[in-house]
C-alpha cells in the first residue's frame, strides 16, 4: 500500500513559482510511475506531469517549458519524494493538485498516454491558487 501526502499549495500572484512535494510511503521502489494531476471547480481531473521508475518525464502541453517534475528515491527505501516545481504561473493554474502512484509502462510515459483511471494511489490533494 502506498500512502501519499502533498504539501506546498499556496495563493501566490501571476509569473510566481512554488514547488509542490510530495511524499510518499510504502513505495516499493521498483515499477511504479508518478504524477501529478490537477482539478478545478467544475472541471474535470486532468494530469499534469507524470514520471516512469526510471525517472523519464511526461508534461501536459499546457505546463511544457514551466513546470518541472523531479523525485528523490535512495536506492532499498520504502521512501520517495516527488517535486513539481512551477514556474510562470498563471491564474489558470489554479487548482487542487493532486500527487498518484500507479504501475505504467515507461512507453506510455513517454508518450504521454497517461490518465487519472491508470494510478491506483492517490493523496488528498494541495490548493493552488493563482491571482492575476
Known amino acids: 500500500q502506498v500512502q501519499l501526502v502533498e504539501s506546498g499549495g499556496a495563493s501566490v500572484q501571476a509569473g510566481g513559482s512554488l514547488r509542490l512535494t510530495c511524499a510518499a510511503s510504502?513505495?516499493?521502489?521498483?515499477?511504479?510511475?508518478m504524477g501529478w494531476f490537477r482539478q478545478a471547480p467544475g472541471k474535470e481531473r486532468e494530469g499534469v506531469a507524470a514520471i516512469d521508475p526510471d525517472g523519464r518525464t511526461s508534461y501536459s502541453d499546457s505546463v511544457k517549458g514551466r513546470f518541472t517534475l523531479s523525485k528523490d528515491n535512495a536506492k532499498n527505501t520504502l521512501y520517495l519524494t516527488l517535486y513539481l516545481q512551477m514556474n510562470s504561473l498563471k491564474p489558470e493554474d489554479t487548482a487542487m493538485y493532486y500527487c498518484a502512484a500507479g504501475i505504467l509502462s515507461a512507453y506510455r510515459i513517454a508518450a504521454g498516454a497517461w490518465a487519472p483511471s491508470d494510478f491506483g494511489f492517490w493523496g488528498q490533494g494541495t490548493q493552488v491558487t493563482i491571482s492575476s
Open positions: 510504502g513505495y516499493a521502489n521498483a515499477g511504479y510511475s
